[in-house]
């Protein structure tokens, strides 16, 4: 297996960190994270899903903002 080296910031690493499950690599992580939670993989899900095809706008924006609230607690907090 080949493997390759990438750098990234320490917040991204403590991100990461905060993903990675105990029997993981980092490597692992990534993985499942790009496997699970890509735009592709989303968006099949949504159009095979029920329910999906008759949501009003107001539910759809709603959902958008569970999902920014969601997104917002994987953010790394200013450290003291």
């Given amino acids: 297996m080949v493997s390759k080296t990438i750098s990234v910031t320490e917040d991204v690493y ?8 105990s029997h993981e690599s980092f490597g692992e992580t990534i ?3 790009c496997k699970n939670y890509s735009t592709e993989n989303l ?4 159009e095979t899903s029920e329910g999906w095809k ?8 709603e959902i958008d903002r569970v999902l920014d609230d969601f997104q917002r607690g994987f953010k790394l907090q200013p450290s003291e």
């Fill in 31 to 33: 993985e499942r994270l």
């Fill in 14 to 21: 403590n991100l990461l960190k905060k993903m990675k499950l």
């Fill in 43 to 46: 968006l099949t899900w949504f």
């Fill in 54 to 61: 008759s949501m009003t706008e107001t539910e759809s924006k």
